[in-house]
Each structure stands twice: as structure tokens, then as C-alpha cells.
């Protein structure tokens, strides 16, 4: 990798992102039951059974994992707190032992100059609110907001960004909808109810969390760019659907207040009583966006089909080991996009992106990095407001429905005897990032 901290503008952060039960462990601390321990012990539904009760066990080994951290030259460590962990019961009782360890996470990271960007929910639900409907219950903004007071009154004098929910299209349609994440619903109402309240959640959190002084707030959408499989008209429609459930819906919510005609074609009969109010919630105002970027789709119109009659067609170029295409000049267009479109000056931070490849070394990964931030580098030069860049992983972990063996980490997992073992994509990151 040809770059130096001088190719990227003065205060451009570099970091790397994690989450609590990719990599944690969670059968140890006191954390409770979530619908990923369920989804997971559901036949069909992951790769071999796998779960997270192991997983990396960073819950016993967070001083190893720090310095690993502290010795990529990271600026900024991306994490998640785990609901079930803090509160069990996703309600009422807090677990001391569990917020003591994000204490630690913190305090560890902050000793080693490192800064701690905070999720407060990525994915695993604490199943006694999924037992009442999870994120279809119009309670869960009143429940989310519950729990971001609980962490944030903790952690939150020490964080040095704080987004409430990572992904809210994989929350609300990938797991309602497409049915590949827990609780795995297909279910078009359940869709537009998930869909909804988590963008209200995010901004009830973002409430709770301004009124507790918290500084540097932001949200963390994925997106992927859509491109249609013919000139056909019917295509380009098909395209254009993808584009508004996939990204628009997501950020029409948070920047514009509105959601697009064309999911509202499909989901408007299911959503809540009332979702025209809660736009103000939603758009409460933030600090900055974050995008998670890893692919493009080619959409094809599928006739005499439900809404949103569509389908993914074939990949054309080259793949990582998900299947996904890769295809960075979308992550330029994104960015430039989403600034002149929807986020005007805001900061926005790339808070993923990477490739998952078995490869050891890895000079595949070394490639994709390169031209990822070759993309931000245009992005900036054609006036996006990139102001950093987190690789999507700092070590091998949990890929959700893939189990084990999609392996995004800079660091190898033995995930017989746990042991890491930086990859030559770590050094190469490493070179210019500890300056
Ligand atoms: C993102 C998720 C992250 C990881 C990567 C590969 O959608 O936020 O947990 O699974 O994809």
C-alpha cells in the first residue's frame, strides 16, 4: 500500500471496527439469552450451527485485543455494546459485570490513545423483547431508549463518537423481510414495522444520548449501489426500487424527513398509525454520517411478481469469498452522493468496509484496501467531506448466517486455540498508519 498519513487531509481518523457478539464470547459475563442464540439454534439458518457463545472470546482476552489494536496505529476503535449483556432482560435489571467490561473496553483504549466510537446495538437483541415482537413493537424506541440511557450515562463522558444502531436496512429488511438474519421473519408488515421503529429508535437514542452531553453523534447506514442488468425500462425501475429500499428509505429518513414513493408503494399499508409524526424524532439532528460500503447489485425486473419485483442478477467482475462483487468506484459515488444530496457538510466516515478471504497471507485484502481508499482519496478531491476511513475487521469473527468461515479480520483466528496472528495486511495497514 502506497499511502502516507499526507495523502489524506490534516485530522483524518484510521481505524478499525469490531462488534460485541462477533467477537466477544456470549456465554461468559452474565449476558442474557438474544434472538441470534435462537436464530442460530434454528437448523438452516447458520452455517454449521455456529453461534457467538464462544466466538473470539475477546470478553477473557480485551488486553490482547487492545494492543493489537494499539499496534495497527489505529486512531479509533469502532465497537458495540451488547444489549443483553448490560441488561438482560433487555429491560429493567442492569448486569454491573457486563458494564464494567465496556468500562474497561473504554478506559483500555483511551490509555493507549486510542479513540472509542461506540454502537450501542448491533445485532443481537435480548430475546425477551424479541419474545414480544422485537422491532415490529411500537415499545422498542421507548425500550431503546431505556438502554442507551443506561450506557451512555456510563461510558458516555469517555466516548469519542456514539452511533445508536449499526445497519438499519439489515435490522429491518434483511431480517424481516429476506429472513437471513434473526428472528429471520418474511413478512412484508413485520418489514415496514421494523423499518420504521428502528429509524425512530436511532433518534429517540440520539435524544437521550444529546440530553446526557454525549458529543460527536452519528448514525451508520449501509448502503449498496444498485445498477440495473439492461436498458430496458422495466430494469431500470427494478434498479431504482432496490436503490430506495436499500439506501434512500434510510437516509430520506434521517436527512430529508420523508420516505421514498417507491417503497412506500409496497410498505405503506403496513406501517404504524401515525409514522408521518415521527419524522422529527428521526431527523433529531447528528454530528455526522456514517457508510458502510462493501458491494453493487445488478437488479432485473421479475414479471408478475409482489412488490418489490425485483431480482439480483449474476456478478460480472471479481468476488471476495461472500460472493460479493467488488466494485469500489461505488463507494466514490456514494460518498459524493450522499454529501451533495443528503448530508450537504456533515463529516462522513467510512465505518466499514473490507473483504472476507481465506487467503493467509493476504495481499487480496491488501488490493481491495488499496482501492477502497483510492475511492475515498476521489471522493475527497471531488469535495465529499470524508473525514475517516474504519476497515471492516480488526480480527477473523462470528460473520453472522456464514458462521466462522468468512474471514474479514486484519488479524487471523485460530478459532480452535484462539490465538491471533496478524496477517500481512495488519503490517501493511500498520506501515503507514503508526507514521
Ligand atoms: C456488515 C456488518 C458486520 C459484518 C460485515 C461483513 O453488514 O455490520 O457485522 O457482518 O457486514
Redesign the pocket.
Known amino acids: 500500500m502506497n499511502f502516507t498519513r499526507a495523502d489524506f487531509p490534516d485530522g483524518f481518523r484510521f481505524g478499525v471496527a469490531t ?1 460485541a457478539y ?1 467477537i466477544e464470547g456470549h456465554q461468559f459475563g452474565g449476558a442474557g439469552l438474544t434472538h441470534w442464540d435462537s436464530f442460530a439454534g434454528t437448523p438452516g439458518n447458520v452455517v454449521r450451527f455456529e453461534n457467538g457463545a464462544l466466538a473470539c472470546d475477546h470478553y477473557n482476552r480485551l488486553d490482547e485485543d487492545l494492543d493489537l489494536i494499539a499496534g495497527l496505529g489505529a486512531d479509533v476503535y469502532r465497537f458495540s455494546t451488547s444489549w443483553a449483556r448490560v441488561m438482560p432482560e433487555g429491560t429493567g435489571a442492569v448486569n454491573g459485570e457486563g458494564l464494567d467490561f465496556y468500562d474497561r473496553l473504554v478506559d483500555g483504549l483511551l490509555e493507549r490513545g486510542i479513540s472509542p466510537a461506540l454502537t450501542l446495538y ?1 445485532w443481537e437483541l435480548p430475546q425477551p423483547l424479541a419474545d414480544q415482537g422485537g422491532w415490529r413493537n411500537v415499545d422498542m424506541p421507548n425500550w431503546f431508549a431505556d438502554y442507551a440511557e443506561v450506557v451512555a450515562g456510563r461510558l458516555g463522558d469517555r466516548l469519542w463518537s456514539l452511533a445508536p444502531i ?2 438499519p436496512w ?1 435490522v429491518g429488511w434483511l431480517s424481516h423481510f429476506d429472513g437471513h438474519h434473526a428472528p429471520g421473519l418474511r413478512d412484508i408488515r413485520a418489514t415496514a414495522r421494523a423499518m420504521h421503529h428502528v429509524l425512530v429508535s436511532h433518534g429517540r437514542a440520539i435524544q437521550v444520548c444529546k440530553g446526557l452531553g454525549v458529543q460527536n453523534l452519528g448514525a451508520v447506514c ?1 448502503f449498496e449501489w444498485s445498477t440495473p442488468a439492461s436498458d430496458a425500462p422495466e430494469d431500470v425501475a427494478a434498479a431504482t426500487r432496490y436503490d430506495a429500499i436499500y439506501n434512500r428509505f434510510f437516509l430520506g429518513g434521517l436527512f430529508k424527513g420523508e420516505y421514498p414513493a417507491e417503497v412506500l408503494d409496497g410498505l405503506e399499508p403496513h406501517l404504524p398509525n401515525g409514522w408521518q409524526d415521527d419524522f422529527p424524532t428521526i431527523q433529531s439532528p447528528l454530528d455526522w454520517a456514517g457508510i ?1 460500503f ?1 458491494t453493487r447489485k445488478r437488479l432485473a425486473h421479475v414479471p408478475n411478481a409482489p412488490w418489490p419485483a425485483y431480482a439480483e442478477m449474476p456478478t460480472q467482475g471479481p468476488t471476495t469469498d461472500m460472493g460479493w462483487e467488488i466494485y469500489p468506484d461505488a463507494l466514490q459515488m456514494f460518498l459524493t452522493r450522499m454529501a451533495r444530496e443528503y448530508t450537504g457538510d456533515l463529516p462522513i466516515y467510512v465505518t ?1 468496509n473490507g473483504m472476507a478471504s481465506a487467503t493467509n497471507p493476504d495481499p487480496d485484502r491488501i488490493e481491495y484496501l488499496d482501492q477502497h481508499l483510492r475511492a475515498v482519496q476521489a471522493a475527497i478531491a471531488e469535495g465529499a467531506p470524508v473525514a475517516g476511513y474504519f476497515v ?1 475487521s480488526l480480527m477473523d469473527n462470528y ?2 448466517a456464514l458462521g466462522y468461515e468468512k474471514r ?1 479480520g486484519l488479524v487471523h483466528v485460530d478459532f480452535d486455540t484462539l490465538a491471533r496472528t496478524p496477517k500481512a495486511s495488519y503490517h501493511a495497514l500498520a506501515d503507514w498508519w503508526r507514521g
Do not use: A, I, K, L
Request: proline residues 0%; charged residues 20%.
Open positions: 462488534s462477533q448491533h449499526n445497519e439489515c449501509n458502510n462493501y466499514e471492516w460473520e453472522w474479514f
